[in-house]
């Protein structure tokens, strides 16, 4: 198994929350981007939803979406097959993953068609600290299974097993997280009609630096 460079499959669940804010002479561009991330990583959608005009309820299904789509990529990458259980404590394990990113949008510049801001990101390295460590885990669950130690398991029963296997693991690093040193990111904002969004290109460069999976990323 290798840990593969991340797709823009998770980042398809972001685009449906970016519904426009309202143009304002006093527009905060950076403030609007900190809090379309606020909304998307962490689930706190207050201050996205007064700049959106859109009810809360509608960026928690965003939020849910992406922890559901980050965790059917995860499993893509481990070869886990997700049921109802393991899908529900992959989403929770990436809801606390989440809750430990560290970004700040510091700075916004005006441009002709929107505002360049200037990001500092903190990478998680969950993934790329334990990409050799993660490995050996999933060949040794195989060599288990082969073994004869699940035999009579349902492959349900095998699934959460393994699932359990890889997120306690991994939930036990993230009880003392640790971060890379900060990157700066430029992104932009267009404006069109009067609106502003964010690209999917700029999501990707956000989601891909806030926790990579290889340090490639």
Not at 184 to 195: D, K, M, R, S, V
């Amino acid at each position: 198994m290798k840990l593969l460079q991340k797709a823009g499959l998770c980042l398809m669940a972001i685009c449906l929350l970016l519904f426009p804010s309202c143009s304002q002479q006093t527009f905060d561009a950076a403030a609007y981007v900190e809090s379309v991330m606020d909304s998307v990583y962490r689930g706190e959608h207050e201050e996205y939803c007064q700049y959106a005009k859109i009810e809360e309820e509608e960026a928690e299904e965003a939020y849910r979406e992406h922890l559901k789509s980050e965790s059917l990529y995860f499993a893509n990458l481990v070869g886990l097959t997700q049921t109802d259980r393991t899908l529900y404590r992959t989403m929770a394990f990436y809801q606390r993953v989440y809750d430990a990113s560290r970004y700040e949008a510091v700075s916004a510049q005006r441009t002709e068609n929107g505002f360049r801001v200037e990001m500092k990101i903190s990478p998680l390295n969950l993934f790329t600290a334990h990409v050799e460590d993660i490995e050996n885990r999933v060949l040794a669950f195989s060599q288990r299974v082969q073994q004869g130690e699940f035999e009579g398991c349902t492959q349900e029963e095998i699934d959460q097993a393994y699932c359990d296997d890889l997120l306690g693991f991994l939930e036990g690093k993230l009880d003392d997280p640790q971060w890379d040193d900060p990157r700066t990111i430029t992104i932009q904002l267009t404006e069109e009609q009067g609106a502003y969004f964010l690209d999917e290109q700029a999501l990707l460069t956000i989601d891909r630096n806030l926790v990579p999976y290889t340090g490639e990323d």
